[in-house]
């Protein structure tokens, strides 16, 4: 049984999608996506213990054995990624019933359900194969759900931001498209194992270099690195709230993932960070991307906003971390993608509370509430103080780890970067406490009762957050096994 997991990893949630426009019931198409999220996880758990265990599991395709057919792979370097994305949409799961009956046109929520199950599939099989082309395709199956599930939004900005990442996202689709077709045609293969092998004697080839700008450039866009990373907050602010937990924990994470599975274990970090300036570069990205992004949440009028630019900063640690290319670095950098996927999570679910009891979640109509809404506010006091890094959140742990690796390293203006971001974090986290906690109230109708299972959902996150800046075994764990992994080349 252990060796299907790898395939049903991926063709649960895949199966599910078109049976839940199939039997067109919007209950039935929620428990399909539970379902297939719970199958998910469960996969996801049960390879990771066997990974921990045993060491790495191939599986071929319909038999075909790699390099000739697809191959998916499961190791140390990408079950952080698949219990994070699995656990996610449990999350999401649960938090998305009450959220989506209350924001969806009912003739649209089965069609959610449907691109939640291929967006899920899709960021699956991208941490899962091994296959250059292969990923690309689950890229644009994620995507293209992605889109939908953006322009499914309440306001008629959803549109104007769904289309804004479908033109960027195709064109960042399009140069991940190129550089893999430069590979192969340099190589005759697509397996990446063999891309590795074979990439080995090009070095030095301008086409070699070319693939590995249309990868980074694609995937950069698709991070939403700084500067290009103009789709992120529209697509996050503008989606429905639940919609925007999943996709703001998992999707620029796994490109991240990408990057990172090309970079180290196709390419090479010889190549990449070595005769090729891609560390000057991303360190420099990544701290512009901390100050900028920090810097514009800080003049954010709009609770989903605010965390949306927060988000562009938050992904310039990881990049930095990655950038450096050394254990304590790549550590470091999937240690933030757990901790800050899992706290980010938290805010957006806490902001979808606020909109579902308000209608609003503008700062100007959260004064004074901290009081009235003391629970809410306390779950985005306490993710938001994840942000900043304060101990003892997960946000402290990994940003003491990057902090770590950056001072190894001796990258001392980047170090000065995340230190600005921190404070800058501190004080659009503190706007949003001060608007909440020590604003006039003004007169306004009782909030609504809240939903219990979107609370739940919420305080979990939270609750998971603070329990990981106590005791940081388990991603500590997790991050060191998947920088082992790249590092050694697989």
């Not at 199966?15 to 839940?20: Q, S, T």
């Not at 996050?236 to 990057?259: D, L, M, R």
């Not at 109509?365 to 103080?385: E, K, S, V, Y």
Request: charge should be positive; aromatic fraction near 10%.
């Amino acid at each position: 049984m252990i060796a299907q997991l790898p395939a049903l990893q991926v063709a649960i949630p895949l199966i599910c999608a078109p049976l839940c426009m199939l039997l067109r019931s919007r209950f039935v198409a929620w428990l399909l996506f539970l379902v297939a999220a719970g199958g998910s996880l469960t996969c996801a758990a049960l390879l990771a213990q066997h990974v921990a265990r045993d060491g790495a599991l191939h599986y071929a395709m319909g038999d075909w054995p790699a390099p000739s057919g697809i191959e998916f792979v499961v190791s140390s370097f990408n079950t952080p990624i698949l219990l994070l994305v699995s656990l996610v949409a449990v999350v999401t799961a649960v938090y998305g019933r009450s959220s989506v009956a209350a924001e969806i046109d009912t003739r649209r929520i089965v069609l959610l359900y449907t691109c939640l199950c291929l967006t899920l599939s899709g960021l699956l099989g991208l941490a899962i194969t091994a296959d250059a082309f292969n990923a690309f395709v689950f890229l644009e199956i994620s995507s293209l759900a992605t889109y939908t599930l953006i322009a499914m939004g309440s306001r008629r900005r959803a549109l104007l931001a769904s289309f804004h990442y479908l033109v960027i996202g195709s064109v960042g689709a399009l140069f991940v498209l190129l550089g893999i077709g430069l590979a192969y045609a340099l190589t005759g293969t697509l397996n990446m194992p063999d891309l590795a092998e074979r990439l080995t004697d090009s070095h030095g080839n301008r086409a070699l270099y070319a693939a590995v700008v249309f990868v980074f450039v694609g995937l950069a866009i698709k991070m939403a690195l700084f500067p290009l990373h103009a789709w992120l907050p529209g697509a996050y602010a503008e989606a429905p709230s639940a919609v925007s937990v999943f996709v703001a924990a998992t999707s620029t994470k796994v490109a991240i993932y990408v990057f990172c599975r090309f970079a180290f274990t196709v390419f090479g970090a010889a190549l990449v960070f070595g005769r090729m300036p891609i560390e000057q570069i991303g360190l420099l990205l990544a701290s512009l991307a901390m100050l900028v992004g920090s810097a514009v949440a800080c003049v954010q009028n709009d609770l989903r906003y605010l965390l949306a630019w927060s988000s562009v900063a938050q992904i310039g640690y990881i990049i930095a971390g990655v950038s450096l290319a050394t254990a304590a670095g790549v550590s470091a950098a999937y240690l933030h993608v757990i901790n800050h996927a899992i706290t980010k999570a938290a805010l957006f679910a806490a902001a979808g509370l606020l909109l579902l009891r308000l209608g609003s979640v503008r700062l100007a109509d959260l004064a004074g509430l901290g009081r009235r809404m003391p629970w809410t506010f306390a779950a985005i006091a306490a993710a938001g103080l994840g942000l900043v890094g304060v101990p003892p959140t997960a946000g402290f742990v990994s940003k003491w780890a990057l902090v770590t690796a950056l001072i190894e390293r001796g990258a001392w203006p980047v170090l000065l970067a995340v230190l600005a971001s921190s404070l800058l974090a501190l004080v659009y986290v503190g706007r949003v406490i001060e608007t909440a906690w020590f604003r006039e109230a003004p007169a306004r109708a009782e909030p609504a009762t809240p939903s219990v299972s979107m609370a739940a959902a919420t305080w979990f996150l939270v609750l998971l957050s603070v329990y990981f800046g106590v005791d940081a075994t388990l991603p500590a764990g997790l991050a060191d096994g998947a920088a082992s992994a790249l590092l050694g080349g697989g």
